[in-house]
């Protein structure tokens, strides 16, 4: 169980770190400001909502050894990931879309 609460710390630490830096490195310089790197930080906040759905209540119950959950947290942790999934698959429809017209024109 120890070792399953390590690999889930370290996987989402990862992606927080590398979401963190995209957001970070988009946010703060100004020519970084054009449609493709907007559609780039709008995937990585999408994708850090993912993880902050899911992996803590992994964590927590693979650090207390519990498989328990309620019906409440359940649904919320459903509606959240099915929001934030559908976020990322338009944001990248979107973009392909963008890139289709860029291409053919």
């Known amino acids: 169980q120890l070792l399953h609460f390590c690999l889930l710390l370290g996987i989402s630490l990862a ?3 590398g979401n963190g830096l995209i957001i970070s490195t988009v946010a703060c310089s ?3 400001h054009t449609p493709m790197y ?7 906040l999408s994708d850090l ?3 902050c759905t899911i992996v803590p209540k ?7 050894n519990t498989r328990n ?5 359940c649904a919320t942790q459903v509606f959240f990931f099915a929001f934030f999934m559908s976020a990322e698959f338009s944001l990248l429809t979107i973009m392909c879309y963008d890139r289709y017209v860029s291409i053919c024109k």
């Open 58 to 64: 992994a964590m927590h119950n693979s650090l207390w």
């Open 49 to 51: 909502g993912m993880i």
């Open 30 to 32: 100004h020519h970084l």
């Open 69 to 73: 959950i309620s019906y409440s947290g």
């Open 38 to 44: 907007f559609f780039l930080l709008n995937l990585a």
């Open 15 to 17: 992606a927080l770190l």
